[in-house]
């Protein structure tokens, strides 16, 4: 299982473009890499998953650079209830076992 | 959209009881976990589980705990005997293929209080 880091908490504002960067050096060759966020008192929600290049969907981007050793989330124009922990995990259809690191905890300002 | 629920919200026990959490996952959904989230810490993995049988279990996972799925739509998880450190957020999720590469839905939570 592909160990992750990422940054303990970033600070942004209102209409900002957010971009937290994971490290996954150990990354294997059937690895995805897959975002969930996290809102006080509730369960992680899935945001995007990605294998190579860049994944787009209605909430947010993900770019992967060609050695898949790192990824980075971007969200674009953050809002207040933006402000959550979002967790980076790394892994494939054989690992069931998902650990959550700490996270990055994000606080939107207005 | 479909929803993983969870019953109840709030559970308060006594040290040494036994406790059952439930779980109704997404119908057409096969994999089944359970987590835990001790106030202010990280998600922890405890158990995951398909056709019937746990596929992989997590170190907290021991012989206090047991998970079932007693019929077509419930997943529950059994504490036999609870301890403090048992007080958590407890998340059920479900998915429809396996792996970390899969998208796990989660449920809302039962936090268990432990007296």
């Known amino acids: 299982l592909a160990k992750t880091t990422q940054p303990i908490s970033m600070d942004s504002y209102e209409g900002q473009e957010v971009n937290i960067t994971c490290s996954h050096n150990n990354i294997a060759t059937n690895d995805y890499i897959t975002w969930y966020q996290q809102f006080p008192s509730q369960g992680p929600r899935f945001i995007i998953q990605?294998?190579?290049t860049k994944v787009t969907n209605e909430v947010a981007s993900l770019f992967i650079p060609a050695d898949r050793k790192s990824s980075t989330l971007s969200l674009p124009r953050v809002s207040l209830s933006d402000t959550a922990v979002y967790y980076c995990?790394?892994?494939?259809?054989?690992?069931?076992?998902?650990?959550f690191g700490a996270g990055t905890r994000l606080t939107v300002k207005p | 959209e479909p929803e993983v629920t969870q019953t109840p919200s709030h559970q308060v026990t006594q040290m040494g009881q036994e406790v059952i959490l439930r779980c109704v996952p997404i119908?057409?959904?096969?994999?089944f976990y359970w987590y835990r989230q001790i106030l202010g810490q990280k998600v922890e993995f405890l158990v995951s589980?398909?056709?019937?049988?746990?596929?992989?279990k997590s170190e907290i996972f021991d012989d206090q705990f047991s998970v079932e799925r007693p019929d077509g739509s419930n997943f529950t998880l059994k504490i036999r005997s609870t301890k403090l450190e048992d007080s958590a957020m407890y998340f059920c999720?479900?998915?429809?293929?396996?792996?970390?590469?899969?998208?796990?839905?989660f449920g809302p939570g039962t936090r268990l209080t432990v007296t």
């Open positions: 119908s057409n959904h096969l994999y």
């Open positions: 999720a479900s998915s429809l293929t396996s792996g970390i590469s899969s998208e796990q839905y």
């Open positions: 990605g294998y190579k």
């Open positions: 589980f398909y056709n019937n049988e746990i596929s992989e």
């Open positions: 995990l790394v892994g494939d259809y054989n690992n069931n076992d998902m650990r």
